[in-house]
T-cell receptor, first 112, second 115 residues
Framework: NAGVTQTPKFQVLKTGQSMTLQCAQDMNHEYMSWYRQDPGMGLRLIHYSVGAGITDQGEVPNGYNVSRSTTEDFPLRLLSAAPSQTSVYFC???????????FGPGTRLTVT | AQSVTQLDSQVPVFEEAPVELRCNYSSSVSVYLFWYVQYPNQGLQLLLKYLSGSTLVKGINGFEAEFNKSQTSFHLRKPSVHISDTAEYFCAVIKTTDSWGKLQFGAGTQVVVTP
């Protein structure tokens, strides 16, 4: 199993550009989520999904969109990048809230 | 919503010395608790978890944690650290009745192990 994969590993955007961060898992997990990690702030939940076709907002959803058309994939879209979105983004998946989450390797995004 | 406080942002420790990382949470109801480790430039990896039962939980790499309901704490310990334990450690908590999206992470504790 590849586990949770994320692409790209690094990305530089200009303010106002849009892009999609890809996330895929091959463990047949129903639960998937996107976090951003900023120094001294831990991980903050952006959006999450409890199954194909079902998504919900987390703590910091503004400026981001998600959709989940399959169990395996959960892309995160930045609609119009802003410097405040400079961060490291992690995708995670799990069976349930009793289980630990499996994290991807992260995408480091810089918005200039 | 519950909150998680990691009391130390950075913990320097000498190789082969013990280390304790403190985690307190705010919730009056039953919770599940987790500790994760993040090595440099990597994603998070689960160290251990508390769901119910015995309050002393053993995890990978020689780590253990003790759940204290009265003090709402879940401190992580290792009796003898290695250089390779240099990493950031995150405590996380979720109420047992909450949906999966409500998992809350602490701000993290950076452990720096020196020879």
């Amino acid at each position: 199993n590849a586990g949770v994969t994320q692409t790209p590993k690094f990305q530089v955007l200009k303010t106002g550009q849009s892009m999609t961060l890809q996330c895929a898992q091959d463990m047949n997990h129903e639960y998937m989520s996107w976090y951003r990690q900023d120094p001294g702030m831990g991980l903050r939940l952006i959006h999450y999904s409890v199954g194909a076709g079902i998504t919900d907002q987390g703590e910091v959803p503004n400026g981001y969109n998600v959709s989940r058309s399959t169990t395996e994939d959960f892309p995160l879209r930045l609609l119009s990048a802003a410097p405040s979105q400079t961060s490291v983004y992690f995708c995670a998946s799990s069976y349930s809230n009793r289980e630990g989450q499996y994290f991807g390797p992260g995408t480091r995004l810089t918005v200039t | 919503a519950q909150s998680v406080t990691q009391l130390d942002s950075q913990v320097p420790v000498f190789e082969e010395a013990p280390v304790e990382l403190r985690c307190n949470y705010s919730s009056s109801v039953s919770v599940y608790l987790f500790w994760y480790v993040q090595y440099p430039n990597q994603g998070l990896q689960l160290l251990l978890k508390y769901l119910s039962g015995s309050t002393l939980v053993k995890g990978i790499n020689g780590f253990e944690a003790e759940f204290n309901k009265s003090q709402t704490s879940f401190h992580l310990r290792k009796p003898s650290v290695h250089i390779s334990d240099t990493a950031e450690y995150f405590c996380a908590v979720i109420k047992t009745t909450d949906s999966w999206g409500k998992l809350q992470f602490g701000a993290g504790t950076q452990v720096v192990v020196t020879p």
